[in-house]
Nanobody
Framework: QVQLVESGGGLVQAGGSLRLSCAAS?????????MGWFRRAPGKEREFVAA????????RYADSVKGRFTISTDNAKNMVYLQMNSLKPEDTAVYYC???????????WGQGTQVTVSS
């Protein structure tokens, strides 16, 4: 059973930085899978933030975070990270880690970690 556990959320002032981590387990190898980060802000639908394949040759970002967020992987540790810089109050949301066989099919999800950006 695939399991994803996020960590690293918290409260930060606008302009600050946070790094989210996601520990993946339950498969011998995630090499053929994509990893993604999504977020759900209060009163809004869940939205895509960033995605990457484990070989780090294919990265995707939402326009709203391009140039500020960076997704990366540590294959040896089965970890995925989301470095978030220049945070804005509108980045406040619960952030979820997800994995799946394609960018259109994220079948497994973590429990989420709260990120709050104060103005």
């Amino acid at each position: 059973q695939v399991q994803l556990v996020e960590s690293g959320g918290g409260l930060v002032q606008a302009g600050g930085s946070l790094r989210l981590s996601c520990a993946a387990s339950g498969r011998t190898s995630f090499n053929s899978y994509f990893m993604g980060w999504f977020r759900r802000a209060p009163g809004k639908e869940r939205e895509f933030v960033a995605a990457i394949n484990w070989s780090s040759t294919n990265e995707r970002y939402a326009d709203s975070v391009k140039g500020r967020f960076t997704i990366s992987t540590d294959n040896a540790k089965n970890m995925v990270y989301l470095q978030m810089n220049s945070l804005k109050p509108e980045d406040t949301a619960v952030y979820y880690c997800a994995t799946g066989s394609t960018l259109q099919n994220f079948a497994y999800w973590g429990q989420g970690t709260q990120v709050t950006v104060s103005s």
